[in-house]
């Protein structure tokens, strides 16, 4: 007969069972056709059933689960049945399972055996658990594990199951490296992290927890071996970047980018996070990043200025980012934004065309120059302005400012609701709260193509921070000297100007600066420049003809120099026997200190005169020859260019040759009875001597 108790929990047991798998049958143990025909069952046979197991929750005692594994695959199907028995005569026998489970099996305080049998045909194979009823309560393994390296350090952070979040106080994580011993820690839940150091960062670990044993858990499995990659510590290389391929006046721009990763480490993916540089939030900041498995992305963005980050990522790590920070974009339709300064702390922004309707929320962002953005945005649905009041940063006198008006086309609230693709940039413009001249003048101011009567300026444009303004041009000054001063307006769109009706042979002092709403800036230094004086034409040609006349002779000359003398001077008489030779006994102004030896005629002709004069008259009761008279005109020279050579060499023997007096050859060719005379002269021609 059964005790109240077990009547109680046969009872509960009919009622769950019948929620269950199958409904179990009540029978005592030791029935004779029990027993008796299952002891043919093998016991733990390797292609059999396995792994029985049967475990309960400590929020739930005296309810078990039990699980097993079939056998090997066969080509008839599987029939199980379950036997649990906690006394020597009481059993509990399910039949005819199909599946490898039995949920809500009621069990009391005490020791149990369960037995599963699997039926295939004639075969039966068995597996048996035992326990006692306190040692059932199983808490995990953990449903989630989550690793975070940095710094040769592992935080790990575990989920546990619902039902055991609260049964679980301490965990413990075991770890070990490629050919490494295997290390424990023992980690608290109600501590912020639990942390493995020292781990070697480019190391790969195989990591396992469960929880630590306690009368709520009495059974920790381990949970599956987790691989813990190695710690991504170099960011991703950007090696493309490519901008504006959405066409003008669409108020949007693509961003295109492409990176590699270095180093054999593969990551899961990529992160590519998106941020206005004016720092304004979007409203969900998950949208703020994009994850992609291959390493490139194309983003639509407005005319801000944006900054874009690229990192890897693994299941422990993330990579440092490479960034790129987008500059902002001037957008098109000039004079479509007016700006209105009420003081250093309010502006309004008004459009030329009726945008408020159709939208109703902006955003208005303004930056100057090495300062940080500023943004602000507004919900407006009647006038067409956008007033900023007051400005989180004070406005600065001077100081040049750009501002956006950005359209959204969400509705209310205004503010961003992610990066990519969210708004458009209807258009830009740049005020100032204050204008002063400028504080320095146009630099490298020069002067080209001077005439007689103009004269073209050309100078760089003066630099941003020092315009304190708008600039609106330029102002050119110029006088004569000691006259009244001429002013002239230019473009601010040039950097050169050409100054036309001026007096020829006049020297004039230029000056240039630069004008904004403010008054003319500092001037350059003034420069003086003189424009040409009247030149003849006629001469002009006389000298040009005769320069290349000159060069043409004395090219054909050095090419034809050893012919030329053998034809002219083919029979050189001895110089100490001629007449004109006994004349440099003569007094003669010498330029060297020093007497100079007579040259015989083989120097005097190869090396004497810079000038060789030929005249019909040498001396008296010299002879001419027919051919002279009638081919050489009354005095005639030429150029030596043996002379030149002799000059080189004295140059190279040390001899100044400003202190070289050069020798004049007088000569009267006669043939055999003709006389030739070299003379020795002061520096220059003779008087008389034409020189080429």
Known sequence: MLGPRRLLLFFLGGILAHRGTSSPV????????????????????????????????????????????????????????LVVQQSKDDCRVWKDIRDTKVTRVLVFEEDMTA????????????????????????CGPPSHLKFKRYSESVEVEVDWPQEDANAVQSFRVQHKGAGGRTQDKVC?????????????????????????????????????????????????????????????????????????????????????????????????????????????????????????????????????????????????????????????????????????????????????????????????????????SPVAERLEAYRRYDVWLHVRPQPSPCNLKCVNNSEVTYASAQFYFLE??????????????????????????????????????????????QQQETNVSVSAHVNSYT????????????????????????????????THERVSLSLIAVFVVSVLMAVALVTVLFLMKSKVKVVLWPDIPD?????????????SKMLFPESVTLLNMEECVSAGALTVEVRPSAHEGAKLCPADRQSLPAATAYTSLDAMQQLMMMMMQGTPVKTVAPWEVMAVKSGMDCDLVCLQSDYGPREGANVL
């Open 436 to 481: 002063g001249p400028p504080l320095s003048a146009p630099a490298n101011v020069s002067v080209a193509d001077v005439t007689q009567a103009s004269m073209e300026l050309r100078w760089s444009s003066i630099p941003q921070e020092e315009l304190r303004g708008f600039l609106l041009g330029y102002v050119v000054h110029y006088m004569e000297d």
């Open 188 to 388: 608290h839940r109600s501590a912020a992290v639990c942390l493995l150091a020292p781990v070697n960062a480019s190391e790969t670990y195989r990591v396992q927890v469960r929880c630590e044993t306690s009368n709520k858990c009495s059974q920790c499995p381990w949970s599956d071996v987790y691989t813990l990659p190695a710690e991504l510590t170099r960011p991703p290389v950007i090696v493309r970047v490519d901008q504006d391929k959405v066409a003008d006046g669409t108020g949007q721009r693509t961003l295109s980018l492409a990176w590699t990763f270095p180093g054999a480490e593969v990551p899961d993916g990529y992160r590519v996070r998106m941020a206005k540089a004016s720092g304004e939030p979007s409203r969900d900041p998950k949208s703020d990043h994009v994850t992609c498995s291959q390493p490139h992305i194309t983003l639509v963005l407005s005319f801000s200025s944006f900054h874009v980050d690229v990192s890897a990522f693994n299941n422990a790590s993330e990579s440092p980012a490479a960034r790129v920070t987008v500059p902002p974009k001037v957008a098109g339709g000039d004079g479509m934004l007016h700006v209105s300064v009420h003081s250093n702390a309010s502006f309004t922004v008004f459009s030329r065309d009726d945008l408020v309707g159709a939208n109703k929320c902006f955003s208005v962002e303004w930056s100057s120059e090495g300062h940080p953005a500023a943004y602000k945005s507004i919900y407006e649905e009647t006038n067409n302005s956008w007033t900023v």
């Open 499 to 530: 100054l036309k009706g001026l007096q020829r042979g006049t020297a004039y002092r230029v000056q240039v600066s630069g004008v904004t709403r403010a008054g003319a800036g500092v001037r350059s230094i003034a420069i003086l420049v003189s």
């Open 26 to 81: 009540w029978m005592p143990c030791k029935k004779a056709n029990f027993p008796a025909a299952y002891h043919h069952c093998r016991v733990s046979s390797p292609d059999g059933v396995s792994d029985l197991q049967c475990v309960g929750k400590h929020n739930s005692p005296g309810e078990l689960d039990c699980t097993w594994r079939q056998g090997a695959s066969r080509s008839s199907p599987s029939v199980f049945m």
């Open 115 to 138: 037995e599963v049998l699997e039926l295939v045909g004639s075969n039966c194979t068995k597996d048996v658990f035992r326990a006692h009823s306190h040692s059932l309560f199983h």
């Open 575 to 587: 110089p100490g026997e001629s007449i004109t030779i006994q004349k440099l006994n003569l007094p």
